[in-house]
């Protein structure tokens, strides 16, 4: 024992002090679980060395205390990841019961070695006798590890032996059927086993609400929680989780301050797995004040929180917000990890300086994060949006792992600014990398083929989407369509094209078709397109300023007063365009008529020269939109 005395040294005070003295054969068991929940590797083979030395491990006076002996050097190997050692170990056992079968299987699933662990646990099954047959925790271990979409045949087996070994009653492998069901995407088989259950626990129904929500099935996931509060079981604060997931998705503002509420009253408020998502859920659904409230006051702040806050910033439109925080969190000395560093990324927009954005860049390379994907795809979004596509593409090319939304990004970068032909190279390359493209992929396409005028190539893309890649066009892609149409001036194609969609088409499909309109001063379809988007959105100003803008261009002057009056009456407003460049380090904004920027004289002076340029060039002035503007305001016009 003078190894095993020499190695207690090493390991913390508190584990050093769990040692006795003198070590027995009925301590052994437990010193070598502590040595594998711990990770003491050196420490735990020292022991399997002396154990061999002292012929401990094949004594024939007490079977039982040797198997336990081996099954627990069995776990310490397994549990340290030494799978190797482990199963020389289990070849070399002179006996094995089930236990020893368990582990060794265990061991593989949890360092993800499935193939070889669902070998082992045919073996067991094949050479099976009174000592070892399989059991329940076999079962749970077994469906624990179908975790993917692909490994649902597997489940499919093990309920089967599950069923025909009489386990079908037990909760924990029902429960464990569940999980595994719903997380090779069987919802309806998940959903069965459910109804089935002799007896439910807590377990049982998070498992099941928890199932629905990640599935993205919102609505039956708080359906369910009803029924759960109408029996006997308490949930827990993983039944919560799964809830406030559910609310995030379907932006349920007032359920999810219900389950806050139940929180509170419960006391689970001040866990940090639960603010964080307490956080998300009012980020999700627009509530800053509260998220900010929470972050505000909880007692312990941890990474995760802290990229909650800032992605809720971001996807609200409190940018500065989120910018300032991080500077603060940044000089404060706080750790960063990629999350942090990728969420702050997603706050860049047009009106964001390239400055402030390659000293991210730089912080993520310091901080050896420049390999992570997530902060790579950002980094590629924030170049992109910032205007610098050279960038862009060489963050893309020097990425060494690259999933669907890096492609995604990229091929988006082209398309915005208009490089249409390099966006079509880069899906090609993608699909020959063998990356799927998404729903995302196509509505970038899209939105290039729209503004190339590329009438032919996006229905074909729009087809490859659906019969190719079984991906459902959501109401984005309708809306690309009918602007893609709308640009060709392919306008009666346009309103077939809406009129046929399979669902009703949403308030920016009818946007589109009536921004088409206006551009191309389509009166009668224009009406018709306002019509719709007036019942879709009544509070929206859009239909009436298009439609203003087609009386102007028609010189329907009295109608076009008509809709600035209803513009009045319903107390809606245009929302003010914004104009945005970057200039050494600074970004200037400005709106129609400004005045407010410093430079503006100077601005409009080179306006002036700029203008009489063009004209001296021969261009000429669509001076309709003017006069609309001076009948507007009460001037009488040349025509008149």
């Known amino acids: 024992m003078r190894v095993v005395g020499n190695l207690t040294q090493r390991l913390p005070s508190w584990a050093a002090a769990l040692i006795p003295p003198i070590i027995s054969a009925e301590h052994l068991p437990a010193l070598l679980s502590l040595c594998g929940r711990h990770g003491f590797l050196h420490l735990g083979s020292s022991l399997h060395a002396s154990l061999l030395k002292k012929a401990h491990l094949h004594s024939r006076q007490n079977l039982n205390n040797v198997v336990l002996l081996w099954n627990s050097l069995l776990a310490m190997y397994s549990k340290c990841g030494v799978l190797g050692d482990a199963t020389t170990l289990f070849d070399e056992m002179p006996s094995k019961d089930t236990i020893s079968w368990n582990t060794i299987i265990s ?39 179908c975790d993917e979409r692909h490994h649902y045949c597997v489940a499919e087996m093990v309920h089967c032996l599950v069923v025909s070994n009489g386990y079908e009653k037990v909760i924990p492998v029902g429960n464990a059927l569940i999980t595994s069901y719903f997380k090779c995407q069987l919802y309806c088989s998940g959903t069965k086993v459910f109804e089935e259950m002799f007896h439910r626990n807590v377990v049982t129904w998070t498992a099941l609400i928890s199932g629905l929500a990640q ?41 999810g301050c219900q389950v ?23 980020c999700k659904c627009g509530n800053m004040e509260d998220a900010w409230r929470i972050f505000e006051s909880a007692d312990k702040i941890d990474d995760v929180s802290v990229t909650v806050i800032l992605v809720g910033f971001a996807q609200n439109g409190f940018e500065e917000e989120a910018i300032r925080m991080f500077v ?32 991210i860049h730089s912080l993520a390379i310091k901080k050896s994060f420049s390999s992570n994907v997530f902060v790579c795809n950002g980094l590629i979004n924030m170049y992109s949006k910032c205007g610098n596509l050279v960038e862009a ?21 082209y398309a915005r600014h208009g490089n249409v032909a390099r966006a079509f190279e880069l899906y090609d390359r993608m699909r020959s990398d063998n990356v799927l493209p998404t729903d995302v992929t196509f509505l970038s396409l899209l939105h290039g083929c729209s503004h190339a005028g590329l009438v032919e190539k996006g229905m074909a893309f729009l087809e490859s989407m659906c019969l190719v890649y079984h991906l459902r066009p959501r109401i984005e892609h309708y809306a690309c369509i009918v ?11 346009a309103r077939h094209f809406v009129e046929g969609l ?25 009406k018709y397109a306002a019509k719709q988007l007036n019942w879709a959105s009544p509070k929206t100003a859009a239909p009436y300023v298009l439609m203003a803008n087609i009386y102007s261009s028609e010189g329907k002057w009295k ?82």
């Open 502 to 526: 399979p669902e009703q088409p949403g308030i920016i499909v009818w946007q589109a078709l009536l921004g088409a309109c206006s551009f191309h001063g389509e009166y009668e379809l224009g």
């Open 559 to 640: 109608e076009r007063a008509g809709e600035i009056r209803k513009m009045k009456e319903m107390r809606v407003k245009k929302e003010t365009g914004i104009s945005w460049i970057e200039l050494e380090k600074e970004v200037h904004s400005f709106v129609v008529a400004d005045k407010m920027h410093p430079q503006s004289s100077s601005i409009y002076e080179v306006v002036a020269y700029l203008f009489s340029a063009m004209i001296d060039e021969g261009y000429i002035p669509d001076k309709s939109f003017i006069r609309s503007q001076l009948k507007q305001d009460g001037y009488a016009t040349n025509e008149d």
């Open 393 to 413: 593409y060489q963050v893309f090319s020097q990425m060494n792992v690259r999933n669907s939304v890096s492609w995604n990004s990229i091929i988006a970068a």
């Open 483 to 493: 602007d893609m149409l709308g640009r060709a001036c392919l306008l009666e194609e």
């Open 328 to 359: 603060k969190i940044l000089k404060a000395g706080t750790d960063m990890d990629p999350n942090m560093i990728s969420a702050v990324l997603g706050v860049f927009g047009y009106d964001t300086t390239l400055a402030f954005g390659t000293q």
């Open 215 to 255: 599935a993205m099935l919102y609505k039956d996931s708080l359906n369910m929680f009803v029924n759960m509060t109408r029996g006997s079981v308490c949930p827990n604060l993983l039944t919560y989780l799964a809830l406030l997931l559910a609310c995030s998705g379907l932006n349920a503002l007032t359920e």
């Open 260 to 282: 806050h509420g139940l929180v509170l009253k419960l006391g689970h408020d001040s866990d940090v797995c639960l603010e964080s998502s307490l956080m998300d859920m009012y």
């Open 107 to 145: 061991g593989f699933f949890c360092c993800r070695g499935l193939e070889f662990g669902f070998h082992l646990f045919k073996d067991m099954h094949r050479l099976a006798k009174g000592a070892y047959t399989f059991d329940q925790a076999t079962l749970t271990t077994i469906l624990s590890a």
